[in-house]
């Protein structure tokens, strides 16, 4: 997921491993999410987990582009379909994405880091192109 407080400045990521080390000790047989469905592999979920955590502190600015996959598709599963353009209008008038693209990107024009979000969203199986909108999947 997104650790909200370290896109900020503030520590985060050690908080999640803690997390991920009390799951852990607790030795679960089969965990309900927050998202998604019950499961039983505990052990791989938690080794995908502290992989990508791993990669997050490695790599912030990855971190930051997971944040901002992770904003444009929760405004597509509350829209459903937008136009690409007007997506993109929502998204340079949204603050947080703003104040992660500037921490992160500021070198990279707003509207081309946005497509390439956008982009990865498509790759990735979560939106489509149809046209000119970008669709949820």
Known sequence: GVVFPELEGESGFEEVAATLDLIA????????????????????????????????????????????????????????RVDAQQLTTWARRTHYFNAVHQRYFAQTQPDRWITELIDDLVRAGAAARDGQDVVNI
């Open 25 to 80: 000790s607790l030795r679960p047989q089969t965990v309900i999410p927050g998202h998604g469905a019950v499961f039983t592999e505990v052990d791989d979920a938690l080794a995908a987990a502290r992989r990508r955590l791993d990669s997050f502190v490695t790599a912030p600015h990855k971190h930051a582009i997971h944040t901002g996959k992770v904003l444009l598709k929760f405004r597509l599963l509350e829209i459903q």
